[in-house]
């Protein structure tokens, strides 16, 4: 096995590892078109709530939502890469921890800050644009091109 690959970051970040085997590439893929539908309705919630006034509600939700998303998605991936030994797979996953650490922050702000709507909107901006578009959208290529039978 590859040095560089090792087992999912849960332990590490709280992620919840997937209990039983791996999906396969193409029960993978049917997840990540539905994940990314979630992806894109939060990413119009956000923007909807910049002139609401149930800002703070929304902007609830969606740190719930993404925070289920991080805890049980988050694993999910790691076991799927980790099992078909992808070559990204280190690197991927220390991603996730960060994304985790960075959630935290935001949640532990969200309590005493009157108006978090900047942080939300930047750390969803950046975890779209930089990881879910770029990391994930590259392991789902890889999945489609090396793994789909
Ligand atoms: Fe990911």
């Not at 997937?18 to 049917?30: I, K, Q, R, Y």
């Not at 922050?105 to 900047?118: G, L, M």
Request: hydrophobic letters at 40%; aromatic letters at 12%; glycine letters at 4%.
């Amino acid at each position: 096995m590859d040095a560089t690959i090792r087992p999912p970051t849960a332990a590490r970040t709280g992620v919840v590892p997937a209990a039983g085997a791996a999906p396969s590439a193409e029960e993978f893929l049917v997840k990540c078109e539905r994940d990314f539908t979630i992806v894109r309705r939060l990413g119009t919630d956000i923007l909807v709530a910049q002139h609401a006034d149930f800002r703070r509600e929304t902007l609830e939700r969606v740190l719930h939502v993404v925070t289920m998303f991080f805890k049980f998605d988050f694993g999910y991936q790691e076991q799927f890469m980790f099992t078909n030994r992808y070559p990204g797979c280190d690197a991927h996953a220390r991603q996730h921890q960060r994304y985790v650490h960075e959630l935290d922050k935001i949640k532990r702000a969200f309590d005493w800050r009157a108006d978090v709507y900047d942080d939300v909107r930047r750390f969803y901006s950046d975890l779209v644009g930089n990881h879910i578009a770029v990391s994930d959208a590259g392991l789902v290529d890889y999945t489609r091109r090396e793994l789909v039978s």
